[in-house]
């Protein structure tokens, strides 16, 4: 079974996009009326700094995402049979599926990219060799309660969201259990946390004016770590903004797929490797 898979915030780098944009004048137009500014300039020389701020990253990322897929597309005629994508990759999946178009998807990462942008409560942290059930277990001894597990990653990647204050104390928390690393990451706010909460009311009330589809092929939803249910794609959209990415259970269930091909679908390799960590625990 053919399944690709989309990066999230994350995967941005300069330069990306640098062999898919000659191809694709008129969404890249599109693109740039509808943010505003140019895709092309950002992803490729980044004057202003602006490539590694949520607000532009995201609908970057979404771009270069979709022209990837288009690309992947053409040149091979074949789609995808199943999709999953990683918080943003999601609307490429979905895009992928045929729930919106192009600049529909744009639109919604847009506005998601602007409300969580506005969010500088908190922050997140990686903590590297340790399970998620054993995260839980430390948080809960240790009471750090303010603090949620943002990002199920990979067998022992798991990422923490929340408080500052809460996230420095995790810190000599987890050196003490035993954790490999624990990598403050570089972001403006607590992603995926009940520290969204605002922004998720905000982004609910945007995405009701839209009229969206239903996916034609199964994909597979961060909230759920299962195909989308039918009529559930606003709910999912939503409550993704405060829930966790459970991508290792996402992974599972793509890997239970009868000769499951996973292949990544736009810039770097960061998924990749995660499914290849995940495969390892599967198949031991």
């Known amino acids: 079974m053919r399944i690709h898979v989309f990066p999230g915030q994350g995967s941005q780098r300069l330069g990306m996009g640098a062999e898919l944009f000659d191809h694709a004048p008129d969404e890249l137009a599109a693109a740039d009326a509808v943010l505003g500014w140019s895709v092309r300039e950002l992803c490729l020389h980044d004057t202003n700094g602006n490539l590694h701020q949520t607000a532009w990253t995201q609908p970057a990322l979404y771009v270069v995402n979709a022209l990837s897929y288009l690309k992947k597309v053409r040149e091979t005629g074949q789609r995808p049979e199943m999709v999953a994508g990683h918080s943003l990759g999601e609307y ?19 506005r998601r990219a602007a409300v969580m942008a506005r969010a500088r409560e908190g922050g997140m942290a990686a903590v590297i060799g340790l399970s998620a059930a054993r995260v839980r277990e430390v948080l809960r001894d240790e009471g750090l309660s303010a ?18 204050e809460s996230l420095a104390k995790a810190e000599g928390s987890f050196s003490r259990v035993g954790a490999k690393a624990f990598k403050r990451l570089p972001v403006s706010a ?3 946390s009940r520290c969204m909460g605002e922004a998720r009311q905000e982004f609910e009330a945007f995405i009701e004016d839209f009229v969206l589809s239903s996916p034609r092929i199964p994909v ?56 290849a960590q995940i495969r390892r625990q599967v198949e031991s």
């Open 220 to 275: 597979v939803s961060n909230v759920e770590a299962k195909p989308y249910p039918r009529g559930a794609l606003k709910r999912l959209l939503v409550e993704q903004i405060t829930s966790p990415v459970r991508w290792e259970e996402s992974v599972q269930y793509l890997l239970k797929q009868p000769g499951a091909d996973i292949e990544e679908v736009g810039p770097g390799r960061v998924l990749t490797a995660l499914v």
């Open 190 to 192: 607590a992603f995926h």
């Open 92 to 110: 490429n999946a979905l895009f992928a599926a045929g729930a919106f178009d192009f600049i529909t998807g744009l639109r919604l990462v847009q």
């Open 147 to 164: 603090l949620d597990l943002a990002n199920l990653n990979a067998p022992e990647q798991q990422v923490l969201s929340g408080p500052l």
